[in-house]
């Protein structure tokens, strides 16, 4: 399966835990995304990675959230202290850089629940 | 920044066409987007409008009118495998990423 794969699934943590969610993108593909889904929403941007480098942050993404993508290839995306609000489904997606590149893969998600 | 909306359920029967909405408010985009998303599945790409008019992929088209500020995704001949949600969305930033709509909750009935 040459698809983006997210690991864990599920992650169900107490309030004030850490967590920490994986992405591994298509591997051909250079930019990497990460959104955040609540139940009856779209996807919300979280982050951007082109290569290794961060290029572009949401005004949603408090100080409690931190990406990192080294050596270009995998993602994690680590939530401090987690609260309630944080319950949702995190996705990633990755494409091919490019002017404009339209399409995005994404990966089946990690469902976050905060108790 | 960016807001899209869509009509926030649409039913029809199979076979039927339906088309879903979206109007969108932005100050600059490279282009529209839809996506399919199953309950519990990832989001995947069906259309992409950069120019004004329609781009016809299978059973599915889309339409853009920048003008109008307006789009909509057509879907032909139904089946109940496309029951899902329908999410618009803009393309935009130097790393192209998406803005999303509402969605629609697409339910197709026999």
């Known amino acids: 399966d040459t698809g983006v794969s997210q690991n864990p699934r599920h992650k169900i943590t107490k309030r004030g835990q850490n967590v920490t969610f994986r992405c591994d993108p298509i591997?051909?593909?250079?930019?990497l995304y990460w959104y955040r889904q609540t139940l009856g929403q779209g996807p919300e941007f979280l982050t951007y990675f082109q290569n290794e480098a961060q290029l572009e942050k949401s005004r949603l993404l408090s100080d409690r959230f931190s990406a990192e993508r080294p050596k270009g290839s995998f993602s994690t995306l680590e939530i401090q202290r987690t609260e309630q609000g944080d319950s949702a489904m995190y996705l990633c997606a990755s494409s091919n850089s490019g002017r404009v590149t339209y399409e995005q893969y994404f990966g089946p998600g990690t469902r976050l629940t905060v108790t | 920044g960016q807001s899209l909306e869509q009509p926030s359920e649409v039913t029809a029967v199979e076979g039927a066409i339906v088309q879903i909405n979206c109007t969108y408010q932005t100050s600059g985009f490279y282009g529209l987007s839809w996506y399919q998303q199953h309950d519990g599945g990832a989001p995947t790409f069906l259309s992409y409008n950069a120019l004004d008019g329609l781009e016809e992929t299978g059973r599915f088209s889309s339409f853009l009118s920048r003008s109008d500020s307006y789009g909509y995704l057509l879907l032909q001949e139904l089946q109940m495998k496309d029951s899902a949600s329908y999410f618009c969305?803009?393309?935009?930033?130097?790393?192209?990423?998406?803005?999303f709509g509402t969605g629609t909750q697409l339910k197709v009935e026999l």
């Open positions: 591997s051909e593909h250079n930019r």
């Open positions: 969305a803009l393309l935009t930033g130097g790393g192209n990423k998406l803005t």
